[in-house]
């Protein structure tokens, strides 16, 4: 019998962590800010904004919105955020994903300042992840995810982490980081025939295609450490992409969901505006 991971302690301890290191900047008479920019009627969306907000608020970081209706143009919100790179008082800007279907994504996140992508989606922050250079920003959810798995004290060296999910948003980035250190890590898709002959390979199982319960626990190896990113509705209820409740019997430790990644996510988007924030200042970390 596995444990589910208290993904809440975790946070509480970095939270406080992140609580100092923006009060040392606003001792040195520097508030980090960001600006958030919603596109979308997801509802789904606007939860995260809101439990951005209110993060952001809890730490002390500074926050502008900008909600945008059906009407706005893939160049309105590029104006924006052309506007949001020139402003030294913006230390980064997100875009809350999905946007409305008729928005160019790619065209919009491209647009936002390499120095500014707390979000971690511009093609020159994965192109810098993805050849292991130190100073860049790391996406939100794999970032995350690596602080689970720091925490409870993982072993990657030499160790098989498989991903199921190839998205720019998880899959690929969270590959990049575990091969760096030193994982062999295996990238399943909906194109991969019997993902379960990989996955009961795996001694980290990283989940994140967005389909309820796909993991069961005939697919994970005995003691292994399952990580589920999914978040999915049904009837009323959130459901993550594991049925955690079979698999904890089987691996040694999951994340649980509700509960789970979601948490660190944002806590990590914030650490991102800090650290953007230090460098746009040149102050070095203490």
């Known amino acids: 019998m596995g444990e589910k991971i208290n993904v809440k302690e975790i946070v509480k301890k970095k939270k406080e962590e992140l609580k100092n290191e923006v009060d040392k900047l606003k001792a040195k008479g520097v508030a980090p800010k960001l600006a ?3 596109a979308s009627d997801d509802p789904a969306s606007q939860i995260y904004v809101g439990k951005k907000r209110k993060m952001c608020e809890e730490m002390g970081i500074l926050q502008e919105e900008y909600i945008l209706d059906t009407t706005t143009t893939t160049q309105e919100i590029v104006a924006i955020i052309e506007k949001l790179n020139k402003d030294k008082s913006v230390n980064g800007i997100l ?5 409305y279907k008729h928005i160019d994504m790619d065209e919009v996140l491209d ?5 500014k992508d707390v979000d971690g989606f511009h093609p020159l922050t994965l192109g810098k992840l993805f050849i292991g250079e130190k100073e860049t920003f790391i996406p939100c959810t794999p970032k995350g995810i690596m602080t689970i798995l720091d ?3 993982t072993q990657y060296v030499g160790k098989h982490a498989v991903v199921i999910g190839r998205s720019r948003i998880v899959g690929k980035p969270i590959s990049q980081i575990l091969l760096k250190r030193g994982a062999t890590v295996t990238i399943c898709h909906s194109k991969t025939d019997d993902i379960s002959k990989y996955s009961k390979m795996a001694d980290i199982l990283i989940v994140a295609v967005g389909k309820p319960h796909i993991v069961t626990k005939e697919m994970v190896k005995p003691d292994s450490i399952v990580v589920d990113v999914g978040i ?10 594991v049925d955690t409740d079979e698999v904890v019997n089987v691996a040694s430790k999951i994340t649980p969901v509700p509960g789970g990644v979601g948490l660190t996510t944002v806590l990590s988007l914030l650490e991102n505006v800090v650290q953007a924030t230090k460098e746009q200042n040149n102050i070095v970390n203490e």
Do not use: A, F, H, Y
């Open 36 to 38: 958030v920019i919603l």
């Open 232 to 241: 999915n509705r049904v009837d009323g209820k959130i459901l993550g992409d």
């Open 95 to 99: 875009v809350q994903l999905p946007l």
């Open 151 to 153: 925490d409870i004290g």
């Open 111 to 115: 647009s936002i300042s390499e120095k």
